[in-house]
Each structure stands twice: as structure tokens, then as C-alpha cells.
């Protein structure tokens, strides 16, 4: 798994030397923009490796992300938007959103 901090399409050329040798990528948007601007984002990804998206991923965020067509996205790394205190997850609230978005 490779990180990669993706703000706008070019970064994307970031990971062209490391497509021979990782298998997911791991792209840390910033959804403090729009949901339509990431989205856009993403849609400009054309390599064959899937990604894992992580960066502040609220439930509303999922939700959307989750109906979007992004077939190259394995999953979404949630993180303190979803804690009841440092580290600790709110099994109920993750719970309800899987249920969701599934």
C-alpha cells in the first residue's frame, strides 16, 4: 500500500512509478471541499490499481462516496469522525452507516 496525497488530477502522475510495485494505493483527499470537486477528482484516475480513500471521511461523505461510480475504490478508511474519544470507535454509529451504505 503506497499513500498518496491527491488534491487535484495531476497528482494522480505521482503514482505512475509505483504502479509496478504496490498493489492498492492509498489516497488522502480533503473533503473540506465539495463532494462534487473530489468526485471529480477521482473520476480522473486511470490506473489499473484500486485505492483506498482516507481523510476525514464523515458519514454524510460515505454515504456519497458510497453511491458514487468509482469502480477502482476498494474502500474508505474512517477514522475520528467516528470515535466517542481518541481511539475509540462508536461501534453503533459505524454500525449504522455499514448498514447503509451496503
Not at 471541499?33 to 480513500?53: E, F, G, S
Not at 458514487?68 to 475520528?80: K, S, V, Y
Request: glycine share 2%.
Amino acid at each position: 500500500i503506497k499513500t498518496m496525497h491527491i488534491g487535484e488530477a495531476s497528482d494522480f502522475r505521482k503514482c505512475q512509478p509505483f504502479v509496478h510495485v504496490v498493489d492498492v494505493f492509498r489516497f488522502v483527499c480533503n473533503f473540506n471541499d465539495t463532494i462534487d470537486t473530489v468526485l471529480h477528482l477521482l473520476k480522473a484516475y486511470n490506473l489499473p490499481q484500486p485505492y483506498i480513500l482516507a481523510g476525514n471521511i464523515t458519514a454524510q461523505t460515505a454515504r456519497q462516496l458510497s453511491s458514487a461510480n468509482l469502480p477502482n475504490c476498494w474502500g474508505l478508511e474512517i477514522n475520528e469522525q467516528f470515535e466517542t474519544a481518541p481511539a475509540v470507535k462508536d461501534v453503533a454509529q459505524i454500525s449504522a452507516l455499514l448498514s447503509e451504505i451496503r
